[in-house]
């Protein structure tokens, strides 16, 4: 972020509360006032313009005494307070005369670590940016940088950080953005390459009816689930291999319908790889694919790392001779050992778990078989786009019938007493209850609940009459099995966890949701949680208990009780919190930006807007000549999400939406991607890395934006 410090306010214009430059004379020296126990002293500075006076008052900083001579003009930035005429400002940062060292420009606020003070970080960058001033190498072609009218790489570096003005702040920031982007369309292009080669896989037998299944179930599937259905089936009988992204919200019944698409590969007589990112997770599942298919004679197993050996040995001979239909398992199913005979379908469940490299491994042990991805975890509709360029994606956006909306609540600590009366009332009805913590153990660096602080004072105290155990993640896996089969059995009354329980755990007669220390988690993570309880018939509760006024804070916990949908939380969640890693192994997350955010897209809204009549008729005629050679060769296909139906398809071939500019945006850059053979060479030298990596300076995270990013973009048909 940045703080204009340059624009001075009359002192009688100033308003409570807000953070001004003032420029005024000082009236007398500095007054020196001790506490009468002598542990504080308070430094006072009178300066007066020509509209009033104001107070300046320091604390315990002795060295300021004869900082201030009389009759001298000096400006000071900070927080003013102001009652009727009377004008305070506390600590605030200043400077003598025409010095600009604090004052009088726009000033990068970084974040700051331990012992670390803003003046020490931009003296570090100051002196980073001179070592390298002018020796940036240019990273960017010239008839991209002319096409485009984009500033250099050395004077973007160093305008991010000390713009002149936010005139020329914008102009560096379209510089970054439009590099990061290209970067991180290049490096999309490149992982998913394979899937734009024509290749044969598997076309699924057509006399296989998936009806089969659905005609036996105890429940009725959803509209939703049936449409999805539809979609994957269209799939399965292509000889294109299936590419598809399930996303649902918490308890939509994703695993049904992997369960109904499974039966169509083994009945056409393929294996399945089903792949959870836990063993309590994968073991559900088994028990579900169970209860489902044994009676049309398909044999599922489980392999997870807590096997014993033998049996382990068993599981991977069967396997390979074709004896098992369906495997189901963690991370274990990624071991070089583990051979099928004939797969034909890869389930992954969760798929925010895994890294690209692991998703790719388990794909390899078939010859090309489809592939489904599920998350629980909605991910923005914009930016599921240039994460799943190739794949087509189903949306399940209808709950149950059955499934009643969890009601929210978030309290503070005073609050305490009377939530734990409610939990024992709800238990005293029969229910069962989780209570989340952040940690396993107490951390006296962290004034946090932990799992096992908790469990000793619930247990001895406050609900001692009441079955209550813990689970975590550093128990064995025994364990935790033993654990949540006696808390589905109803043998344990509370469970006190961390947030293994987050994904999947699936006990209907659980119906209240307590977090401990709220504040701690993101907000697609309380609504995973949130998800654990309210699958049954009871009315269910969700309690965030939190610390801090922030306003962050505060906004987090307004966004969680005022809605259950996944999509607007995941949204909210990826703007507040910013994104993770997407290549390699890394889990947890979305692509890390420095510059591009959801905020900056807002101030070029406007002008995608004028650019989109003349933008549209380019798409339809499927042409854009442009000087420096580029030819996008759109083939009419906008790659648009509908909003109302929240289905995206990487066949669409709609016109442009002229109400969402993030379409014209796809375009925009996509038509980078779009360059033909005769394209100057240059292009396929390009290799565009992180700025703050190049300028070899050390550079700490930029002020200009944090680590929002949503990329409205989509990778069309093109070569590089």
Same mark, same amino acid.
């Given at each position: 972020?940045?703080?204009?410090?340059?624009?001075?306010?009359?002192?009688?214009?100033?308003?409570?509360?807000?953070?001004?430059?003032?420029?005024?004379?000082?009236?007398?020296?500095?007054?020196?006032?001790?506490?009468?126990?002598?542990?504080?002293?308070?430094?006072?500075?009178?300066?007066?313009?020509?509209?009033?006076?104001?107070?300046?008052?320091?604390?315990?900083?002795?060295?300021?005494?004869?900082?201030?001579?009389?009759?001298?003009?000096?400006?000071?930035?900070?927080?003013?307070?102001?009652?009727?005429?009377?004008?305070?400002?506390?600590?605030?940062?200043?400077?003598?005369?025409?010095?600009?060292?604090?004052?009088?420009?726009?000033?990068?606020?970084?974040?700051?670590?331990?012992?670390?003070?803003?003046?020490?970080?931009?003296?570090?960058?100051?002196?980073?940016?001179?070592?390298?001033?002018?020796?940036?190498?240019?990273?960017?072609?010239?008839?991209?940088?002319?096409?485009?009218?984009?500033?250099?790489?050395?004077?973007?570096?160093?305008?991010?950080?000390?713009?002149?003005?936010?005139?020329?702040?914008?102009?560096?920031?379209?510089?970054?953005?439009?590099?990061?982007?290209?970067?991180?369309?290049?490096?999309?292009?490149?992982?998913?390459?394979?899937?734009?080669?024509?290749?044969?896989?598997?076309?699924?037998?057509?006399?296989?009816?998936?009806?089969?299944?659905?005609?036996?179930?105890?429940?009725?599937?959803?509209?939703?689930?049936?449409?999805?259905?539809?979609?994957?089936?269209?799939?399965?009988?292509?000889?294109?291999?299936?590419?598809?992204?399930?996303?649902?919200?918490?308890?939509?019944?994703?695993?049904?319908?992997?369960?109904?698409?499974?039966?169509?590969?083994?009945?056409?007589?393929?294996?399945?790889?089903?792949?959870?990112?836990?063993?309590?997770?994968?073991?559900?599942?088994?028990?579900?694919?169970?209860?489902?298919? *044994?009676?049309?004679?398909?044999?599922?197993?489980?392999?997870?790392?807590?096997? @014993? !050996? /033998?049996? &382990? =040995? #068993?599981?991977?001979?069967?396997?390979?001779?074709?004896?098992?239909?369906?495997?189901?398992?963690?991370?274990?199913?990624?071991?070089?050992?583990?051979?099928?005979?004939?797969?034909?379908?890869?389930?992954?469940?969760?798929?925010?778990?895994?890294?690209?490299?692991?998703?790719?491994?388990?794909?390899?042990?078939?010859?090309?078989?489809?592939?489904?991805?599920?998350?629980?975890?909605?991910?923005?509709?914009?930016?599921?786009?240039?994460?799943?360029?190739?794949?087509?994606?189903?949306?399940?956006?209808?709950?149950?019938?059955?499934?009643?909306?969890?009601?929210?609540?978030?309290?503070?600590?005073?609050?305490?007493?009377?939530?734990?009366?409610?939990?024992?009332?709800?238990?005293?009805?029969?229910?069962?209850?989780?209570?989340?913590?952040?940690?396993? *153990?107490?951390?006296?660096?962290?004034?946090?609940?932990?799992?096992?602080?908790? @469990? !000793? /004072?619930? &247990? =001895? #105290?406050?609900?001692?009459?009441?079955?209550?155990?813990?689970?975590?993640?550093?128990?064995?896996?025994?364990?935790?099995?033993?654990?949540?089969?006696?808390?589905?059995?109803?043998?344990?009354?509370?469970?006190?966890?961390?947030?293994?329980?987050?994904?999947?755990?699936?006990?209907?007669?659980?119906?209240?949701?307590?977090?401990?220390?709220?504040?701690?988690?993101?907000?697609?993570?309380?609504?995973?949680?949130?998800?654990?309880?309210?699958?049954?018939?009871?009315?269910?509760?969700?309690?965030?208990?939190?610390?801090?006024?922030?306003?962050?804070?505060?906004?987090?916990?307004?966004?969680?009780?005022?809605?259950?949908?996944?999509?607007?939380?995941?949204?909210?969640?990826?703007?507040?919190?910013?994104?993770?890693?997407?290549?390699?192994?890394?889990?947890?997350?979305?692509?890390?930006?420095?510059?591009?955010?959801?905020?900056?897209?807002?101030?070029?809204?406007?002008?995608?807007?004028?650019?989109?009549?003349?933008?549209?008729?380019?798409?339809?005629?499927?042409?854009?000549?442009?000087?420096?050679?580029?030819?996008?060769?759109?083939?009419?296909?906008?790659?648009?999400?509908?909003?109302?139906?929240?289905?995206?398809?990487?066949?669409?071939?709609?016109?442009?939406?002229?109400?969402?500019?993030?379409?014209?945006?796809?375009?925009?850059?996509?038509?980078?991607?779009?360059?033909?053979?005769?394209?100057?060479?240059?292009?396929?030298?390009?290799?565009?890395?992180?700025?703050?990596?190049?300028?070899?300076?050390?550079?700490?995270?930029?002020?200009?934006?944090?680590?929002?990013?949503?990329?409205?973009?989509?990778?069309?048909?093109?070569?590089?």
């Amino acid at each position: 972020i940045y703080e204009d410090r340059s624009k001075p306010v009359k002192i009688a214009e100033v308003q409570d509360g807000e953070e001004v430059l003032i420029e005024g004379i000082a009236t007398a020296r500095v007054s020196e006032i001790r506490t009468r126990n002598r542990k504080m002293t308070i430094y006072k500075l009178i300066v007066r313009d020509e509209t009033g006076s104001c107070t300046i008052t320091w604390f315990n900083q002795s060295y300021l005494r004869n900082m201030f001579k009389p009759g001298e003009i000096y400006k000071f930035f900070g927080k003013v307070k102001r009652i009727g005429n009377k004008v305070e400002m506390n600590s605030p940062v200043y400077d003598e005369g025409v010095n600009t060292k604090n004052t009088g420009k726009i000033i990068p606020i970084y974040p700051l670590t331990y012992n670390l003070s803003q003046n020490n970080i931009r003296k570090i960058i100051e002196n980073g940016l001179e070592l390298v001033k002018n020796k940036l190498k240019e990273t960017l072609p010239d008839y991209l940088i002319k096409e485009y009218k984009l500033m250099d790489i050395n004077s973007a570096t160093n305008s991010i950080h000390f713009p002149k003005d936010f005139t020329e702040f914008n102009i560096a920031r379209k510089r970054l953005v439009f590099e990061e982007l290209l970067s991180m369309q290049l490096a999309l292009l490149s992982l998913k390459s394979q899937y734009k080669k024509e290749i044969d896989g598997i076309a699924f037998e057509k006399e296989v009816h998936m009806s089969d299944v659905i005609n036996k179930l105890p429940f009725k599937l959803t509209k939703a689930q049936l449409r999805v259905l539809e979609e994957i089936d269209a799939d399965l009988e292509k000889v294109k291999p299936m590419n598809r992204l399930l996303q649902g919200d918490v308890g939509s019944g994703k695993t049904a319908v992997s369960i109904i698409a499974s039966y169509k590969v083994v009945k056409s007589g393929y294996q399945v790889a089903i792949m959870a990112p836990t063993a309590i997770l994968a073991t559900q599942h088994l028990e579900s694919f169970k209860q489902m298919l *044994e009676q049309f004679d398909i044999k599922c197993e489980l392999l997870i790392s807590s096997i @014993t !050996k /033998k049996k &382990k =040995e #068993e599981i991977l001979e069967r396997l390979k001779n074709g004896d098992i239909d369906i495997l189901i398992g963690t991370h274990a199913i990624l071991e070089d050992n583990v051979e099928f005979k004939n797969l034909g379908l890869v389930v992954t469940d969760e798929q925010h778990r895994f890294g690209v490299k692991q998703r790719t491994k388990i794909i390899e042990k078939g010859q090309n078989p489809d592939v489904l991805v599920m998350t629980a975890t909605p991910i923005p509709r914009t930016l599921a786009l240039i994460l799943y360029g190739d794949l087509d994606i189903s949306i399940i956006d209808e709950l149950p019938p059955n499934r009643k909306k969890v009601d929210t609540f978030a309290v503070k600590k005073n609050m305490e007493e009377r939530v734990n009366n409610f939990v024992k009332k709800q238990i005293n009805e029969g229910r069962q209850a989780y209570i989340v913590c952040p940690l396993v *153990e107490e951390n006296e660096e962290m004034d946090l609940k932990s799992v096992e602080e908790l @469990t !000793k /004072k619930y &247990k =001895e #105290e406050t609900f001692s009459e009441y079955k209550v155990e813990y689970l975590h993640g550093k128990m064995k896996a025994k364990e935790k099995d033993d654990i949540m089969e006696k808390f589905k059995n109803g043998d344990i009354d509370i469970l006190i966890s961390t947030t293994v329980i987050e994904v999947g755990v699936n006990v209907p007669n659980a119906s209240i949701m307590v977090v401990e220390n709220a504040e701690r988690f993101g907000l697609a993570q309380l609504h995973q949680l949130r998800g654990r309880v309210g699958r049954g018939e009871y009315q269910s509760y969700c309690i965030l208990k939190y610390e801090g006024n922030g306003k962050v804070v505060q906004e987090r916990m307004k966004i969680m009780t005022s809605t259950n949908d996944g999509f607007i939380i995941s949204e909210k969640d990826l703007e507040l919190r910013g994104s993770g890693e997407f290549f390699g192994t890394k889990q947890h997350g979305l692509p890390e930006f420095n510059c591009f955010t959801i905020a900056f897209f807002g101030s070029v809204r406007i002008r995608i807007r004028s650019s989109l009549s003349r933008s549209s008729r380019d798409t339809v005629t499927g042409t854009r000549p442009t000087s420096s050679g580029i030819s996008p060769n759109f083939t009419r296909s906008c790659g648009r999400i509908c909003c109302r139906s929240r289905s995206i398809s990487s066949s669409c071939r709609c016109a442009i939406c002229a109400s969402n500019p993030m379409d014209f945006l796809s375009i925009l850059f996509s038509m980078i991607l779009s360059i033909p053979s005769n394209a100057p060479p240059q292009i396929n030298k390009i290799l565009v890395v992180s700025i703050w990596i190049i300028s070899c300076c050390g550079c700490l995270r930029p002020p200009c934006g944090g680590t929002f990013a949503i990329v409205p973009s989509r990778i069309f048909r093109s070569a590089c």
